[in-house]
């Protein structure tokens, strides 16, 4: 037996290495399909509104900050929904200084919730599928702009992955069958302030990183069974990025980005392959990477950015030549970065102010321009066809030239808020708004397809 688990271990690391490639019209994992922002061959509508481009809209059940991912003919969706059973309220430590008292006041504390899987029509919005991974009542609670369902789920065409943190993590077929769920244990994050980081899939494995602020870990499970396969203690407190799956020299790295150290573990075992120093507290950025070029940034209370050459990468990169270039100035707190072609995008904190840099370099091509319209923003940036889009908080959907100068293309408006990032998909953009998911596209349908539309708006409630 023990030689037979050594060979399906064998078999399993070594099948990291041979993730097919994203169908270039889909979107399989909240930062698309090469990890950046953009969707390469895709050529989603400049202008749309509740009357222009709209291929349809269909209410959300509950609330969720999980961004849309779509493959084929589905669009999947997590969403926390309040079951209305009554929960005991916490209670405040009768020796609580006024710190702590303010920050109990400000969280949203824990109700018993639904934890939903959801599986929308690409085409028309009909749900096709609903399941109820659990109900339970979260661990800890969360920020007042947060939500229990933040994590975005992943596929790798055949499984969809959802991570719930604290309250589990589930894995289905495309077609809604549960295949397996584990639960990780209990996360208490910095300052109650939520859990968020996705899942990421690497080859014949699933990748979750696990920082808090009790016993921190990484952890690689057969993403066909949940078993694990490797584990990894982390000496971190938390953060909320998304691992980074690249491949260097012939070797898998999964990159975390971190308060202590920014690591990369090699897939296939664990192991680490170099760590460097360099970020603030509170990161939530994921890493981008391209043409050799890993970008780490974080914004709280700080400002960092480094650029780190990974070809051969080794060891500790703190004052090495490792890291190619810096920049201390204007960096995001909650938006990821974009990285498209040579050009890297981002967003000063949570705010409407766009820095733009040469990728290669790290010369500033454009930076502290306001956006216009929109002054408070959680989604990162997407782009296609040479177009880049901005979701604000209130609902304002920028679009800007992709380029060296600051030039609006248009600036549209829906009726609600927007915190989870947008997906692009073919002529598509999907948007996860307050209460809907939105899909936005040049219309194509013909008449006898309109009632369908209609119907998901309303068939759903």
């Known amino acids: 037996m023990r030689n037979r688990s050594s060979l399906r271990r064998l078999l399993l690391v070594g099948a990291v290495l041979l993730t097919a490639p994203a169908v270039a019209t889909d979107w399989p994992q909240w930062r698309g399909p090469d990890n950046t922002g953009v969707a390469r061959d895709a050529d989603p509508p400049v202008r749309f509104s509740d009357t222009e481009n709209l291929r349809f809209k269909v209410p959300v059940p509950g609330r969720g900050h999980a961004s849309p991912i779509v493959h084929g003919d589905h669009v999947f969706l997590l969403s926390a929904v309040p079951t209305g059973r009554p929960v005991p309220p916490p209670e405040l430590p009768p020796d609580a200084d006024e710190r702590t008292r303010r920050r109990f006041e400000r969280a949203v504390h824990p109700i018993e919730l639904r934890f939903l899987v959801l599986a929308y029509s690409r085409h028309d919005g009909s749900l096709i599928w609903q399941r109820t991974s659990t109900e339970a009542v979260p661990a800890g609670p969360t920020h007042h702009d947060a939500t229990w369902a933040s994590a975005s789920p992943v596929t790798d065409g055949d499984y969809v992955f959802a991570q719930f943190g604290s309250q589990g993590l589930f894995a289905y077929t495309v077609e809604g069958d549960l295949v397996w769920q584990r639960d990780l244990g209990d996360m208490r994050t910095r300052n109650g302030f939520g859990e968020g980081s996705s899942p990421v899939v690497a080859g014949e494995l699933l990748i979750v990183n696990w920082d808090h602020e009790d016993a921190s870990f990484i952890i690689a499970l057969d993403k066909r069974s949940g078993r694990p396969v490797w584990r990894k203690e982390r000496d971190e407190v938390t953060s909320w990025a998304t691992p980074l799956l690249v491949e260097v020299d012939g070797i898998p790295q999964v990159i975390v980005a971190a308060t202590g150290r920014s690591r990369a573990y090699d897939a296939r075992n664990g192991e680490i392959i170099w760590q460097v120093e360099g970020m603030t507290t509170n990161v939530v950025p994921s890493p981008v990477y391209s043409e050799g070029l890993l970008y780490l940034m974080s914004g709280f209370r700080g400002a960092a950015l480094q650029a780190v050459r990974l070809r051969g990468a080794r060891g500790e990169l703190t004052?090495?030549?490792?890291?190619?270039?810096?920049?201390?100035?204007?960096?995001?707190?909650?938006?990821?970065?974009?990285?498209?072609?040579?050009?890297?995008?981002?967003?000063?904190?949570?705010?409407?102010?766009?820095?733009?840099?040469?990728?290669?370099?790290?010369?500033?091509?454009?930076?502290?321009?306001?956006?216009?319209?929109?002054?408070?923003?959680?989604?990162?940036?997407?782009?296609?066809?040479?177009?880049?889009?901005?979701?604000?908080?209130?609902?304002?959907?920028?679009?800007?030239?992709?380029?060296?100068?600051?030039?609006v293309l248009a600036s549209n408006e829906l009726e609600e808020g927007i915190d989870a990032s947008p997906a692009i998909a073919g002529d598509a953009i999907f948007i996860r708004g307050t209460n809907h998911l939105y899909s936005f596209g040049p219309d194509r349908a013909s008449s006898d397809e309109a009632p369908a539309a209609i119907q998901a708006e309303t068939g759903n409630r």
Do not use: M
Not at 342 to 370: C, M, P
């Open 319 to 407: 004052d090495t030549a490792a890291v190619a270039w810096s920049y201390h100035h204007d960096t995001p707190y909650v938006p990821s970065p974009l990285l498209y072609g040579n050009r890297l995008y981002f967003l000063k904190v949570n705010s409407g102010i766009l820095s733009v840099l040469d990728a290669k370099t790290g010369e500033v091509v454009y930076h502290r321009q306001r956006l216009d319209g929109i002054e408070n923003i959680y989604a990162s940036p997407v782009a296609a066809a040479d177009r880049v889009y901005f979701a604000g908080r209130d609902g304002t959907v920028l679009v800007l030239a992709h380029g060296d100068t600051y030039q």
